[in-house]
Every structure is written in C-alpha cells, then in structure tokens.
C-alpha cells in the first residue's frame, strides 16, 4: 500500500505497507535515516517454521533509529531467529550505509560501497541477478554522475532485456510489484511510490515527511 505517515514509539516515519502482516520493506523517519530490507531466498528454507515473524515488522521496529548505525545495532539485538534470512541496507543523513545479512546463522555487517548497486533479491538465480544487474549499472553510470532520475530509471528499466533478470523483473509467476524512491534532504525527506511494475505505471503517490531538528 501506498506509504503513510505513523509513529513508531514517539518517532514520525513515512513507510508504504506490507498489506499482509502491515510491516514495511522500506522507510524513512524523521532523524534523516533510511532502510530497506531484501529477502534472500537462497538462504531460506523452502516453507517458513512455525513461529516465524514477517520481516516487514522488523524494518517497521527499527525504524526508530536516530542514526544508521543505530538502526543496524537494534536489527542485531532483535531476535533474529524468528525471522526468515535477509539483507537490510541503513542509510543517514551523514552519509553513512550499512548493510546487514542475516543467513539464519549469523547477522554479519558491512560499510556500503560509495555509490553504486548495493544489493538484489531474485528468486530465481541470486547469484546471476546481481552480476546482470550490477553490469548493467556499472554500463548506465559510466558517463554520468549517479542522481535520483538515473537511478529512478535504472529500476524501471529492463537491462539486458525484459525478464526474470531485469531490475524492474518479470516472469510468468511473478513481477516487480512497486518502486519506492527516497530522497532525504536537511529539512525532510520525500517518497515516492509507484503501485505496480514501474516499466508502465505513473507515478501515483508523492509523500513528505519534516525532519526534525
Ligand atoms: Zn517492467
């Protein structure tokens, strides 16, 4: 579902909704500090064990963070073990990123790169959809500066060919459901959403969130 404005604890964020277990895979709040979180299907098992949480709640519970660091400390104390593997990216507004893996064994992080494709998530080939992708970034950014209008069209682009493969994805069984884009700036950050595969829906929803100061 589109994002909305709430509270986690006292803490406004602006996140779209998981409208299965109404957690969310990516937000923003209003200390400037962002994240998304990516299923790693290779790791998982093939069917959940019982008790398991949505990993959407997790992203939702620390979202409260005041800085990416922080963000990335709460994911390690959460308890990791109900929850299926994942990779969670923490960006803030000093430019710091994290990212975190969590095989199911262990939770282990690492500093972002500088700029560039940070992570992806396929179902069918993990492996082979991040080397198609990240060639297929590394050849787009070659002659430009990374910005918020190249990387906008590189996820609703279909490189090297419309497929299972491309980042805006699609296959028989499944596609790319949506595209949340956040830009954070000193006085608030802005998303925006688009409801659908973005190769061919507008853009339907443009939410602000005032950071604070
Ligand atoms: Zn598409």
Redesign the pocket.
């Known amino acids: 579902m589109p994002p909305s404005r709430r509270l986690v604890g006292a803490v406004r964020i602006l996140a779209p909704t998981d409208a299965t277990a109404l957690g969310t895979w990516v937000g923003v709040n209003q200390h400037g500090v962002a994240a998304t979180l990516l299923n790693r299907y290779a790791d998982a098992a093939d069917l959940p064990t019982p008790g398991t949480v949505s990993r959407g709640l997790l992203v939702h519970s620390v979202l409260m963070a005041r800085s990416a660091p922080e963000l990335i400390d709460r994911v390690r104390r959460a308890s990791l073990g109900r929850h299926q593997p994942f990779t969670i990216v923490a960006i803030d507004s000093r430019h710091r990123c994290l990212i975190g893996d969590w095989d199911a064994r262990e939770f282990e992080v690492d500093r972002g790169p500088e700029v560039g494709l940070v992570r992806t998530s396929s179902g069918r080939d993990q492996a082979e959809a991040e080397r198609s992708r990240a060639a297929a970034f590394a050849d787009l950014a070659k002659d430009q500066r990374p910005s918020a209008a190249l990387l906008a069209a590189f996820h609703?682009g279909?490189w090297p060919a419309?497929g299972p493969f491309?980042v805006?994805?699609?296959r028989e069984e499944a596609?790319?459901r949506s595209l949340t884009v956040v830009r954070l700036r000193p006085t608030r950050a802005t998303m925006w959403y688009w409801d659908g595969?973005?190769?061919?829906r507008p853009r339907v929803a443009r939410r602000t969130l005032t950071r604070s100061r």
Do not use: K
Not at 197 to 200: E, G, L, N
């Open positions: 609703r279909h419309r491309s805006c994805m699609h596609a790319t595969p973005p190769c061919h």
